[in-house]
C-alpha cells in the first residue's frame, strides 16, 4: 500500500536538482504539499510553478544556505510564521569533495562537515516532534559510500558512514511510535553531485538515474514494515554486502583503487 502523504507537508532540502526535485515530484504525485529548501530561488521557483500546474498542491519555497550553524531553528521560525506544519522531512542536501586530504581546503572540508552530518542532525532533531505526531516519514540520503572507507574521498565517506549509522538509530528508537524512518544509501547517480565534486574519478559502478532511487526509497516506504536503510540498485547492494567478508585494511585499499588513487594501486599487493 502507497505511503500516504496525501492532505500532509513534505519539507525537502537539496530540492533544487537530482534527488531532492525528483523526491519533490514523486510526493507532489502523491497529493503532498510541499516545503522546497536549497540555495538557488530560482531553480526552486520553477520546480514549484511546475508542481503547482501538474498537481494542484501548494509548493512553499524557501532559499536558505543550509551549510550554516542554527540553520534548524530559523527554518522553523520561517515556517511557524507562515503556519506550516511539517509532516514529512526528506534530508537530501549535501555535497562531495574528491583528492588527497592534506592537500584539501580546510574551510571546503568543514562545510562538507556542516551540511551533511550537523544541518542534517539539526533539521532531525528539530522537527522530530512534529514528524511523530504527524506520524510521517523521516528520510536521509547516504550513500554506498558509507560501508567501507573512501581514500580520496575520506571526509565525505565518513559523512555518509555518520548519516547511515544516526539513520538506522532513529529508526530503532522511532519503533511503535508511527514514524517511519529511512536511510537511502544510492550509489553514482546522474545529478550534479559530480559536477560539485569536479570529477567522475569518484563514480565507482554504473550510473542510476535520480528516478531509479527514488522509486527505491519509495518502494522502502511503501513496505509493511519499512527497513532502518535501502541500497539502490542490485550491483551496489552486491557490494555493500561484500564489504561484510573483508578485512578492513582490504576494504580500504580496494575502495581506494576504485577511486582512482594510485598509491592504493600498490599498496594492494604489498
Known amino acids: 500500500m502507497p505511503f500516504d502523504v496525501s492532505g500532509t507537508t513534505v519539507l525537502i532540502t537539496g530540492a533544487s536538482a537530482g534527488l531532492g526535485a525528483e523526491f519533490a515530484r514523486r510526493f507532489a504525485g502523491r497529493g503532498a504539499d510541499l516545503v522546497l529548501v536549497a540555495r538557488r530561488a530560482d531553480r526552486l521557483e520553477q520546480l514549484a510553478a511546475e508542481l503547482r500546474a501538474a498537481h494542484h498542491v501548494s509548493v512553499t ?51 562538507e562537515i556542516q551540511l551533511n552530518v550537523t544541518t542534517l542532525v539539526e533539521l532531525s532533531h528539530t522537527f522530530l516532534p512534529d514528524l511523530i505526531r504527524g506520524r510521517g516519514a523521516l528520510v536521509n540520503v547516504a550513500s554506498t559510500a558509507a560501508f567501507q572507507p573512501t581514500p580520496g574521498m575520506a571526509v565525505y565517506g565518513a559523512t555518509k558512514a555518520f548519516v547511515l549509522n544516526f539513520t538506522e538509530a532513529l529508526w530503532a528508537e522511532a519503533r511503535g511510535t508511527g514514524l517511519t524512518v529511512l536511510a537511502v544509501c544510492p550509489g553514482p547517480t546522474r545529478t550534479e553531485f559530480f559536477d560539485v565534486v569536479g570529477s567522475e574519478d569518484a563514480a565507482v559502478g554504473r550510473m542510476q538515474t535520480a528516478d531509479q532511487v527514488v522509486t527505491t526509497a519509495l518502494r522502502a516506504l511503501d513496505r509493511r514494515s519499512t527497513p532502518p536503510s535501502v541500497v539502490s540498485g542490485l550491483m551496489n547492494w552486491v557490494s555493500s554486502v561484500s564489504t561484510r567478508f573483508a578485512t578492513r585494511r582490504i576494504g580500504a585499499l580496494a575502495s581506494g583503487r576504485l577511486l582512482g588513487d594510485v598509491r592504493m594501486r600498490t599498496s594492494l599487493t604489498k
Open 61 to 111: 519555497v524557501l532559499p536558505f544556505d543550509l551549510a550554516t550553524p542554527g540553520v534548524g531553528e530559523r527554518l522553523r521560525g520561517e515556517l511557524t510564521a507562515r503556519d506550516i506544519r511539517v509532516g514529512s522531512l526528506i534530508n537530501n542536501a549535501g555535497f562531495g569533495t574528491h583528492g588527497d586530504f592534506a592537500s584539501a581546503d580546510l574551510e571546503r572540508l568543514t562545510s
